[in-house]
């Protein structure tokens, strides 16, 4: 993607492009965008700014969950102990001003194509990512990775001792380089062995169906 950062001057910018066009339906205000697309709030302020004025994006109000601001009460200069329901803060819904992809934006095809099609990640850059994860033996990509919409899973991978946290974390990176939210399966080795030895249906339609193997220790066909 430093490619695209520099044609289209930051990569914040392709960060943000991403995210509308793969998700056309979805509005966003700014502190969402700065989240998913993993931004500064200032560097999203900006980049919303300027592909609202270009035309890319337009104005959606819409309903989002919150947490409610905690409230502190005080006697005489003294913080009194918090209302339990204070602190067990229950979200609440609120309207919220935002913004939406905007499919009547002349140029929308083409932008897609360029920002979309372009790989953001390689094999040998998805086998790094994922170091330090545990001891990985399998790990496949489908889905986004590949084009393919009906696919079970972006990611899967095997190995033994992994690590969920870490592996979410990765994940959650790779969403905000791309765009998009990723479903993933991870499995120990002995589990997904014993999948495959009973034709688990899970694996079965991962395997079965077009997927890329980026590791495979496992001699998996």
């Known amino acids: 993607m430093d490619t695209l950062g520099k044609l289209f001057g930051s990569q914040a910018r392709v960060k943000i492009l991403r995210l509308f066009l793969l998700n056309p339906q979805d509005a966003y205000d700014v502190p969402m965008v700065a989240e998913k697309s993993k931004v500064s709030l200032l560097d999203a302020r900006r980049e919303l700014t300027l592909l609202k004025a270009a035309g890319v994006i337009t104005n959606k109000s819409f309903t989002k969950e919150i947490i409610p601001k905690k409230k502190s009460n005080k006697v005489s200069g003294r913080a009194t102990c918090p209302d339990t329901a204070l602190v067990t803060r229950k979200l609440i819904r609120k309207r919220v001003q935002g913004f ?3 499919t ?5 095809s083409s932008l897609k194509s360029l920002i979309v099609s372009e790989t953001p990640l390689n094999r040998d850059e998805i086998v790094k990512r994922f170091k330090g994860t545990g001891k990985i033996k399998f790990l496949a990509i489908s889905g986004i990775f590949i084009d393919e919409p009906e696919a079970r899973v972006d990611v899967l991978i095997v190995g033994d001792n992994l690590k ?5 974390n990765v994940l959650r990176t790779i969403e905000a380089e791309i765009g998009h939210e990723l479903s993933y399966g991870a499995l120990e ?3 997904f062995l014993y999948r495959v030895s009973v034709y688990d ?3 079965r339609d991962v395997l079965d169906f077009r997927h890329d193997k ?8």
């Open 100 to 102: 939406q992809l905007k």
């Open 201 to 203: 249906k899970f694996v």
């Open 214 to 221: 980026v590791i495979n220790k496992l001699g998996v066909e």
């Open 104 to 108: 009547t934006f002349p140029l929308l």
């Open 189 to 191: 080795t002995t589990e």
């Open 164 to 168: 969920k946290r870490s592996i979410e």
